[in-house]
């Protein structure tokens, strides 16, 4: 092979925040090969394998990119990673089982597996005040967010999609004071003038207990989603959806209620 015909070294490193929707500390860091091996070995204990195309297999190639333009080398982790962990958790809700991947805390990748709801473990329907076969409403949609995105904190992309699932909820444009689009705004606004991450209101403390929060509540659509997703869009810099967020967990749920066909 010519000298021309070489690979080119990357020039910069591939972090988090280019391959992931991740923020503060996280997003800066460089992508390093043990970081990469650990996300393979926690797919592989949770799936029996790694996901073809999915979070382990984006890191190993961000990984290799780096390794080969000088940035990291074999063995090295990223202190995030080390500190906090590189963790796969699946959650179980009505009519599916959704898996979430976590580097330091954030999410970095979420898989949505259908499941039948006549199948449903009674006590799983029960723990979140369910029948096996109702539909999963709005309210538990953002409940359900609180389990794959609930220490991320609101911002004004989190209080757009909460205003518009509130408002398909209720049937109404009026935003209810006190409830959980006010809260939503409100903690955005708090959030847009503090500096750490640890510091904001995040989003469990918004959505926790958001059913019993919604003046009315009824199932999911996929109009309903459209529109939260449309919203949290919206209000995005980057123009997309959070990993498991509002918009995330409402889409599931209309895309579950449609499977179901209730």
Do not use: C, W
Request: aromatic share 2%.
């Amino acid at each position: 092979m010519s000298q021309q015909e070489q690979p080119r070294k990357p020039q910069e490193p591939v972090t988090y925040g280019d391959v992931f929707q991740v923020s503060g500390e996280l997003a800066d860091k460089t992508i390093a090969p043990e970081d990469a091996n650990m996300m393979q070995a926690a797919e592989t204990r949770v799936f029996g394998h790694t996901q073809k195309g999915g979070t382990a297999a984006v890191m190993q190639s961000a990984a290799t990119a780096n390794k080969r333009g000088g940035f990291v080398q074999q063995g090295e982790t990223t202190d995030v990673a080390a500190e906090h962990g590189v963790t796969v958790a699946q959650t179980d809700v009505p009519g599916a089982r959704v898996t979430t991947e976590f580097v330091g805390g954030q999410v970095v990748g979420q898989y949505v597996e259908p499941m039948p709801v006549a199948t449903t473990a009674a006590t799983d329907a029960e723990t979140l005040g369910l029948s096996l076969q109702s539909a999963i409403t709005i309210g538990e949609a953002l409940e359900a967010a609180v389990q794959t995105a609930g220490n991320k904190p609101v911002d004004q992309s989190d209080a757009a999609a909460i205003q518009a699932a509130e408002v398909r909820a209720s049937g109404t444009n009026v935003i209810a004071p006190g409830g959980i689009a006010a809260s939503a705004q409100s903690a955005a606004n708090h959030n847009a003038t503090v500096d750490r991450d640890e510091d904001k209101i995040k989003l469990v403390d918004v959505l926790t207990g958001a059913t019993g929060k919604l003046q009315a509540d009824k199932a999911a659509t996929r109009q309903d989603a459209e529109g939260v997703v449309s919203a949290e869009l919206r209000n995005n810099p980057n123009l997309t959806t959070h990993p498991g967020g509002v918009a995330a967990s409402v889409t599931a749920a209309a895309r579950l209620n449609e499977k179901a066909d209730i």
